[in-house]
């Protein structure tokens, strides 16, 4: 635009070029980002109001929704033990699994960050698990945890041992699931090993200069440093966490006992095989809140403990 | 410093030896964890091999004797498997370019542009990454059931041309940012128009970006469980993913080596796209994972 301004020589003509240039700027703007905007509307903003709307109601998809005011909810939350026993066993999924394994990636982040040879092979091997994610990963192991020619009880066998139905002791299926879950740690080592390589080797060398053991530049310099990323991969993996379905729906199907049923199985459950819509849309509302107040709780406490560049430059 | 100095080789042999075993024990460590990760595939693959009366097998066997290779085609010959291979093909395809088109011609939009009300939109843009679909998807069934797709493909490849996937249009956004704007300036000056500066610029140019927003949708599409589930009731409109359900036996049990020969069958377009394009997955995960 300015060089447009310094070409034509009078500044009449200037002001009428430039403002309709911005006009047809803004104009085409908006109209490139349209496909989103329309799809906001349409996909996300529209249905969120309308999930809400239900949320409140009695529906079961064939005749009127009938206003019940919060009684789905009371009902929820006071007398409905499926939904309690459920809400409980996908925060415990959710909060175990996503910080073991991003330990683990960690851990493995860290390996691999030495000169070591091979490296191109271990990470291809590691990020495998998640290239396949889902649904193959749930065949897979529904095989491997079988309880009587499963892989891992076959093996345990030949040792003498007889080994637990993994996937049929309600005391136990979260824990197959948990274990499971640390199969696929490899995918956030990939990140962790991008964020390793981007910490400045000034700070090492100084260190070193200040005579620093491995222990101090690991907890002075490689975790601080490495906090916002944990943190970010924490909080997806946690939201991930929170909307697990195809694993229960494939290799338990939430049970035994409803002790693999996760919040989104449920809703499932009422939406589509009991067609209870407005109850399940008030089950969507508590997966979204309860996902919500997580992110924001998380954000807020961040400052404590979160180590960003720029709070250093600041003092 | 001198004193430092002075330490160093007394220690030298002593570090030396320490450093070797330190070496030795990451790759040990790492060569157990690749072994863990290898163990189910190899199972999957040893299983998919077995004849139906070898299953049981104790102590379980890992080169099946004898190695049934008609496993596969059975596999794919007792369920419309290859019907389910093309429709996946069919939707996987169409949503990929529909994504593509859309998020980029979006993220040039944001990335380069300038209207009102642009920020904002973008934070509701990134607010939208992290809404959990369930809170939608009642809504939106009962909007495709009353448009009549269900049982068609519509719900899967329509709203990929609308940007539904967010995530995609901040990646290629991102990507757009680096490319400098000065030729976008010049093109401007030659008389081009935004679209034909989006359509013969930013695109040519992105095209690593673009290919690591292609394979990173097909992927995800690939494997895509819930919204075929719900939408998809004949067998024959059935995605591969969805298939693999029907392997699990209702009343007399599930025929393991059928199910892992077909699983392998849903894994291999995986695995082959990831070995190929390996540094689009890795920059994939540097151009976003990394920004967080």
């Known amino acids: 635009m300015s060089l447009v301004s310094v070409r034509s020589g009078t500044s009449r003509p200037l002001l009428r070029l430039s403002l309709s240039s911005r006009q047809s700027e803004a104009l085409t703007g908006i109209l490139m980002a349209s496909p989103w905007i329309l799809g906001f509307i349409i996909f996300i903003a529209g249905p969120m109001l309308i999930s809400l709307y239900l949320s409140f109601t009695r529906w079961d998809l064939f005749t009127e929704p009938r206003w019940i005011g919060l009684r789905n909810f009371e009902q929820l939350f006071l007398r409905d033990a499926k939904f309690l026993l459920s809400l409980k066993v996908t925060t415990i999924y959710a909060f175990v699994s996503v910080p073991l394994q991003v330990s683990l990636g960690l851990v493995l982040a860290n390996l691999l960050n030495q000169k070591i040879r091979l490296l191109g092979f271990f990470r291809t091997v590691y990020y495998l698990p998640s290239v396949i994610g889902g649904i193959a990963v749930a065949v897979m192991f529904r095989w491997i945890f079988g309880t009587q020619f499963g892989l891992i009880n076959s093996m345990l066998a030949t040792f003498g041992i007889q080994g637990p139905s993994w996937l049929g002791d309600p005391d136990l299926v979260l824990v197959s699931f948990i274990l499971m879950s640390m199969w696929g740690a490899g995918a956030s080592m990939l990140i962790y090993l991008g964020a390793l390589q981007g910490i400045p080797s000034e700070l090492y060398e100084a260190a070193d200069v200040d005579g620093a053991g491995n222990l101090a530049r690991f907890l002075r310099i490689t975790v601080p440093m490495m906090t916002p990323v944990i943190f970010f991969n924490m909080i997806m993996g946690i939201i991930t966490a929170l909307q697990e379905f195809v694993l229960p729906f494939i290799m338990t199907r939430g049970g035994p006992a409803n002790s693999s049923t996760f919040l989104v199985l449920y809703l499932y459950r009422n939406a589509f095989e009991l067609f209870k819509m407005g109850y399940a849309s008030a089950i969507a509302w508590i997966i979204f809140i309860y996902i919500m107040v997580l992110t924001v709780f998380i954000i807020r406490s961040s400052s404590m403990w979160v180590y960003y560049e720029g709070s250093l430059k600041g003092r | ?292």
């Open chain 2, 1 to 292: 410093m001198a004193e430092r100095a002075a330490r160093l080789p007394a220690q030298g042999s002593d570090t030396q030896w320490s450093e070797q075993a330190k070496r030795l024990s990451i790759y040990v460590v790492l060569l157990a964890g690749a072994v863990i990760v290898f163990i189910p595939f190899a199972w999957t693959l040893s299983t998919a091999l077995k004849a139906p009366d070898r299953l049981a097998e104790f102590p379980p066997r890992w080169i099946p004797d004898p190695i049934v290779w008609d496993n596969f085609p059975e596999a794919v010959t007792i369920k419309p498997f290859g019907r389910w291979f093309l429709n996946t093909l069919f939707v996987v395809g169409v949503a990929t370019t529909g994504t593509i088109m859309s998020a980029s011609l979006v993220a040039y939009s944001f990335a380069r542009l300038r209207w009102p009300g642009r920020n904002l939109l973008f934070l509701v843009l990134l607010a939208t990454m992290m809404l959990p679909d369930q809170v939608t998807l009642i809504p939106t069934f009962v909007l495709f059931r009353h448009l009549g797709w269900v049982n068609t493909y519509l719900p899967l490849i329509a709203p990929p041309f609308f940007a539904r996937n967010a995530f995609f249009v901040f990646l290629l956004r991102q990507f757009f940012m680096t490319i400098p704007l000065d030729l976008d300036d010049a093109a401007r000056m030659d008389g081009a128009s935004y679209f034909q500066i989006y359509l013969r610029i930013i695109l040519p140019m992105s095209k690593p970006a673009l290919a690591v927003a292609a394979i990173m949708f097909s992927q995800f599409k690939w494997k895509e469980f819930l919204a075929p589930l719900i939408y998809l009731n004949k067998q024959e409109m059935f995605t591969v993913s969805l298939g693999l359900r029907t392997f699990i036996g209702e009343s007399w049990g599930t025929e393991w080596h059928l199910m892992m020969a077909a699983n392998i069958i849903f894994m291999i377009p995986l695995i082959l796209i990831f070995f190929f394009a390996q540094k689009y997955f890795i920059q994939g995960v540097v151009i976003t994972g990394v920004k967080g």
